[in-house]
């Protein structure tokens, strides 16, 4: 109980579990990597680069009308890129397991401390049997003031996870101009393809923030300003 998992900033492969039987993360524990990506002055993922993609990672930053993101929705495997100052990213979650009780948090969210912008969202992975819980998942972009950074990236692979109640959010910052949402995609072992959910958070960003570089034909089941 009350109890955090974490590892040092900028040890950008982040925390991979591998568990045999179930994994209980109880109202009061988290396994937090805040802050814990690509380091601030816009060291950027997946290569540990310097200002090419800074505070990009599943959605652009605001404030670039390029593409800045990297990696693939369907399958979460970075941290997010550092914004200016001393902002670093989000760090990297990887759990794998038979059954995944999630009541607290998983946090892969930029680490936003004073005058801070343009920092990105980290990256959350799960393969599972079964999920359930009442928890959260956030891979959020940040920022105190003037350009938010992009949201990071979240993938879900499990059998059944009907009985998990919890959110999950890959949102740019709260604060300053939005930039892009990052992506949560969900996956069952039935299924050809994915969901892939794309939301801001209410924000609005400008179009084309969260480029999709290929999803194939599926089914829009519903629509809102990203």
């Not at 310097?50 to 990672?57: D, K, L, V």
């Not at 969202?121 to 003031?145: D, N, P, R």
């Not at 059998?159 to 959110?167: A, E, K, M, Q």
Request: aromatic residues 10%; hydrophobic residues 25%; glycine residues 20%.
């Amino acid at each position: 109980n009350s109890s955090t998992l974490t590892t040092p900033t900028g040890y950008v492969s982040g925390v991979k579990l591998i568990v045999g039987g179930t994994l209980t993360i109880d109202a009061t524990s988290k396994i937090d990597v805040d802050g814990k990506g690509y380091p601030a002055y816009y060291y950027s993922g997946p290569d540990y680069s310097y200002n090419t993609r800074g505070g990009c990672h599943g959605g652009n930053r605001a404030g670039t009308s390029s593409n800045c993101t990297y990696g693939r929705y369907e399958r979460a495997r970075y941290s997010g890129s550092g914004g200016y100052y001393n902002g670093a990213g989000g760090g990297f979650i990887h759990i794998q397991t038979p059954n995944l009780v999630l009541n607290g948090q998983l946090r892969a969210n930029a680490g936003v401390t004073n005058s801070t912008y343009e920092i990105a969202g980290g990256g959350i992975h799960l393969e599972v049997g079964t999920l359930s819980g009442t928890g959260s998942l956030q891979a959020k972009g940040g920022g105190t003031y003037h350009n938010a950074g992009g949201g990071g990236r979240i993938s879900v692979y499990a059998r059944d996870r009907s009985l998990f109640t919890g959110s999950l959010s890959a949102a740019t910052g709260a604060n300053g101009y939005a930039g892009g949402a990052g992506t949560i995609y969900f996956k069952s072992p039935t299924e050809t393809y994915g969901h892939l959910q794309v939301d801001n958070g209410g924000r609005v960003a400008p179009g084309g923030s969260t480029p999709i570089r290929q999803v194939g034909r599926h089914t829009i089941l519903s629509s809102s300003l990203i």
